[in-house]
């Protein structure tokens, strides 16, 4: 011990140390830590800071909440797209059960039976349709057995059963305006009129497309009052005679109808327009021959273009599309009529129908324009939309022109609307 009146040298004073972290009692074993860098601006450079703080329970929760958030979206997303392919199948029904096609050729006539058996091939594989093919016998007056073959045609005719009529074979306009269809150009060639055709159709209580690989008759006056008939033939009355070996209109149908059956609806009307196109396209390939006249000029022949007419006084057009195997008619049959048991269909339908891949939509173009709206409404909305339906009397007369197609309860609430210009 040190006698108490020594005197002690005191050491330079150091600054303290750092803190040492607090040893917990027990085993020592590896903690991890989760290191959050937060950058802090420092001068002109920016530097990284490292942070020790452990993980809070709220970001685990905020990271579960995201994962739900996105099952929902993705969820949400399938059913936002089975609900635009169900809209969009919707408009795809066709108004006909039953499609038949008559296929007429003059039994003499050899030279089309390579593309009729073309044509009647797409209607009956790629179609569905029924086809049946019938030789125009070439005796003095064939006009009877052919009104009566007609006829026999005619007789399960019905407002949902489409029929098609197709004919190959020549065609003139005689002096007195009648149009006649015979086996050749010949003066004796057995001939019958136009007019028999049309009068077995006129009343049919099916709509009726007729396709004629023919020329249209000079005068078409319209007449009728059941279901709608329409026809398109190979040139007008006035047009010069197709050259031997030049491709024929049953060709331009047949390739038309080959790349139209993809399973969407088109009218006559579209038909038409691709079948001129077609016929365009090639033209502008492979010209046709020029004619000279006795003088050496290139004589003035008219077009054999395509024409499109309708028989009957109501504006509306024939749906085309391939019909499904088992297809059912919209409507009721045999007079009867349920609502509740067509729109149970519908849902259950709906309901059983299997999730549309991304694939098969890629290409999917509604024949109008739709809208996704999002929205939130107070209260319950409900599956009948009549809080919507109350809102939307209460604004402006433009959405008049608006129709909801289908909706998405959310929140949220999401839906379809359709626009309609026309306001129908």
Known sequence: ???????????????????????????????????????????????????????????????????????????????????????YRQGQKLPYAKVSALLL???????????????????RDRYNFTTERWGIPSIADPGALLSSRIASFLDHASV????????????????????????????????LKWSVVRGAIEDAHSDVLL??????????????????????????????????????????????????????????????????????????????RVKYNATGKPATIAPSIPLFFTLTPTKATIDLAPVPRGHQSPQAHNGGSSVSQAAGDDTRQARDAPVISPAAVADMVFDEPRLLVCTTFVGDPGPDMTSFNQWIADTPSLASKVAVEGMFLGPPTVFFAKWKPNGA
């Open 211 to 288: 396709l004629l690989d023919s020329c249209a008759p000079r005068h078409m006056p319209i007449s009728g009052s059941n279901g709608v008939k329409q026809a398109i033939a190979a040139y007008t009355h006035d047009a010069s005679l197709r050259e031997l070996g030049a491709r024929t209109f049953t060709s331009y149908l047949t390739e038309s109808l080959q790349k139209l059956g993809n399973g969407r609806p088109f009218n006559s009307q579209h038909l038409y327009d691709d079948i001129i196109a077609i016929q365009q396209n090639y033209e502008h390939y492979y010209p046709p």
């Open 160 to 191: 949902d059963h489409l029929l098609i009529i197709y004919y190959v074979g020549y065609g003139h306009n005689s002096l007195d305006n009648q149009l006649y269809w015979s086996c050749n150009s010949r003066e004796d060639s057995p001939r």
């Open 105 to 123: 050729k003059w039994d003499e006539d050899v030279t089309a039976s390579t593309e009729l058996s073309s044509l009647e091939r797409v209607l």
């Open 1 to 87: 011990m040190d006698p108490p009146n020594k005197r002690r040298r005191l050491a330079p004073k150091l600054p303290d140390p750092p803190p040492s972290p607090k040893k917990s009692k027990g085993p020592k074993t590896a903690k991890p830590t989760t290191m959050t860098v937060q950058p802090t601006l420092v001068g002109p450079e920016q530097v990284q800071l490292p942070s020790t703080e452990p993980p809070t329970s709220n970001a685990r929760d905020g990271e579960k909440d995201t994962a739900t958030e996105r099952h929902d979206f993705e969820t949400f997303a399938k059913h936002l797209q089975d609900a635009a392919m169900y809209i």
